[in-house]
């Protein structure tokens, strides 16, 4: 059974970091390309960042481009968002995402990440 356990979530002012975490189990985590959606009050869901497999290919949103970073640790199974010059639009549920066909699926109960001073 996939289950995906987020985590870093909190509340912080404008121009703060933050650092989230995605704990997987259930799958063969190295196998796969990783992402992370999120989805904030009122709106749909939204992709976010994106890795590939081996952790050397990654993609942003324009939204969050030369502020947020996506990394990996396929020996703890882990993916990582280290989000960096925070803004209120960026206040969100977020979520660790599989790929599913086209699109990205996300998995778990999320973190939130409320950006307010």
């Known amino acids: 059974e996939v289950t995906m356990v987020e985590s870093g979530g909190g509340l912080v002012q404008p121009g703060g970091s933050l650092r989230l975490s995605c704990a997987a189990s259930?799958?063969?985590?190295?196998?796969?390309?990783m992402a992370w959606v999120r989805q904030a009050p009122g709106k749909g869901p939204e992709w976010v960042s994106a890795?590939?497999?081996?952790?050397?290919?990654?993609a942003y949103a324009d939204s969050v481009k030369g502020r947020f970073t996506i990394s990996r640790d396929n020996a703890k199974n882990t993916l990582y968002l280290q989000m960096d010059s925070l803004k209120p639009e960026d206040t969100a549920v977020y979520y660790c995402?599989?790929?599913?066909?086209?699109?990205?699926?996300?998995w778990g109960q999320g973190t939130l990440v409320t950006v307010s001073s």
């Open positions: 995402a599989l790929p599913n066909g086209s699109n990205w699926q996300g």
């Open positions: 259930g799958f063969t985590f190295g196998n796969f390309d």
């Open positions: 890795i590939d497999l081996g952790g050397t290919s990654t």
